[in-house]
């Protein structure tokens, strides 16, 4: 079974730096793509940055150049850097992994970690 672990979370003041982590354990043979979306209170769940196996990234509009995304492929680990947070990024931060498979055949579904809390004070 694969499970996602993120860590990283907290209340950090606005302005401030945070690190997110996202590790995918279990019996894994590759990722495709490792990313980050977040659930703000009362919204939607929206993508915030995502990397693909080959380096790849996606980053949405209001995050990019504040969060960049990398990852370690021999751990199945990806980092999401936040830099200077502001309110408007307080939200639950969920881990995804897309395109996972357990063996060179078996494929396995969208696996989604449990959610790291990000507060940001003012």
């Known amino acids: 079974q694969v499970q996602l672990v993120e860590s990283g979370g907290g209340l950090v003041q606005a302005g401030g730096p945070l690190r997110l982590s996202c590790a995918a354990s279990?019996?894994?043979?590759?990722?495709?793509?490792m990313g980050w979306y977040r659930q703000a209170p009362g919204k939607q769940r929206e993508l915030a940055a995502e990397?693909?196996?080959?380096?790849?990234?996606d980053y949405a509009d209001s995050v990019k150049g504040r969060f960049p995304i990398s990852r370690d492929n021999a751990k199945n680990t990806v980092y999401l850097q936040i830099n200077s947070l502001k309110s408007e990024d307080t939200a639950v931060y969920y881990c995804?992994?897309?395109?996972?498979?357990?063996?060179?055949?078996?494929?396995?579904?969208?696996?989604w970690g449990q959610g790291t809390q990000v507060t940001v004070s003012s």
């Open positions: 995804k992994a897309q395109g996972a498979r357990a063996t060179i055949n078996l494929y396995l579904p969208d696996l």
């Open positions: 279990g019996t894994i043979f590759r990722i495709n793509t």
């Open positions: 990397m693909s196996s080959g380096g790849s990234t």
